[in-house]
């Protein structure tokens, strides 16, 4: 449906500009690394998934006057609904400079600011969600570590396990696994771990600590990631206490690095896929009765896992009783 005056919704340029550029820089979300941000035009939408097509042998071999023969790219299709979600900032009048004024760009964008924090760490959630659950994957691209054969147990065997995920990885989809995402108590441990430390190090004089490039380099990935956001749980009148998003998990992935429609044929991890134009900020309108500003932000989106076996999900990766 064309856009006109009657169904097309007004927003304001600026604050929309901002807070599509919005990042908290006390933080790092690794949602988007494992689930690209992918545009779609409707809020129902048929998306592709990964087809072997592209992998399998065909003749190619052509005598003089036959025909070509052809090829048609596999994928099956599904739908995917996209969830709105939306929350507003406020400008009290009395923080305004001039009573009854509009307030300044400044004063508009800190108003953003917060419901577009929330939303974002909704995000994350969701993404962190469906990436931390083993029903997400096939049975044989899951393990749950016990005992000491956990990543700082006695008996660990890192390098076997990360082979292991790699292997099976590769034998369903034709790639290798890119991308390494873990939480800040994983993180941490695998910075320290004896194991990683002496593949880098030999002799009396070693770091206590190995780099995250040694960490990417140590797992076999490009990227090495720590997703780091915190959510308060509860609402309680003291706040409650702060819990990682990102769980005693270790996630590995295939992420095409150029995503877009050409890709079809190329196992992705997973999307997020997102209405086109958002997240978007609408004019702020006055609300007399509070006599406050109100700035309504909405984003429109949905995580979709769209090769389950271009992923291999480790949990209860590290005793967190151990430091």
């Known amino acids: 449906m064309p856009l006109n005056t009657q169904n097309a919704r007004i927003v304001d340029p600026v604050l929309t500009n901002h807070v599509r550029g919005y990042k908290n820089p006390d933080v790092q979300r690794i949602g988007s690394v494992l689930f690209p941000r992918a545009p779609i035009a409707k809020r129902g939408a048929k998306i592709v998934r990964f087809g072997k097509e592209s992998f399998r042998r065909h003749a190619t071999e052509r005598a003089p006057g036959d025909r070509i023969r052809r090829v048609r790219v596999g994928y099956t299709s599904d739908s995917v609904n996209l969830f709105q979600h939306a929350l507003a900032g406020e400008v009290p009048r009395e923080l305004l400079q001039e009573a009854e004024g509009v307030p300044s760009v400044n004063l508009q964008m800190r108003a953003m600011a917060l419901p577009a924090e929330v939303i974002?760490?909704?995000?994350?959630?969701?993404?962190?969600?469906?990436?931390?659950?083993?029903?997400?994957?096939?049975?044989?691209?899951?393990?749950?570590?016990?005992?000491?054969?956990?990543?700082?147990?006695?008996?660990a065997a890192i390098s076997a396990d990360a082979d292991a995920a790699q292997d099976m990885i590769r034998s369903k989809t034709g790639r290798r696994a890119n991308v390494l995402a873990v939480g800040p108590a994983v993180a941490r441990r695998l910075r320290r771990s004896e194991a990683i430390i002496s593949n880098f190090f030999t002799g009396n004089t070693r770091p206590d600590r190995v780099t995250d490039a040694q960490i990417a380099e140590f797992f076999g990935v490009a990227r090495f990631v720590e997703g780091t956001d915190t959510v308060v749980e509860g609402k309680d009148a003291d706040g409650g206490d702060f819990k990682d998003i990102w769980g005693n998990v270790a996630i590995l992935a295939y992420v095409p690095t150029v995503t877009g429609d050409g890709d079809i044929e190329v196992p992705s991890y997973g999307y997020e896929y997102y209405l086109q134009g958002h997240p978007m900020v609408e004019p702020g309108r006055w609300d007399a009765d509070t006599k406050t500003w109100v700035y309504d932000v909405i984003d429109e989106y949905q995580h979709v896992l769209t090769a389950m076996d271009a992923g291999f999900l480790f949990s209860n990766v590290m005793d967190l009783k151990t430091p």
């Open 120 to 155: 974002e760490r909704e995000k994350e959630i969701k993404a962190a969600t469906i990436a931390s659950n083993p029903a997400s994957y096939a049975a044989s691209n899951h393990s749950a570590l016990t005992g000491v054969s956990r990543w700082n147990g006695s008996s």
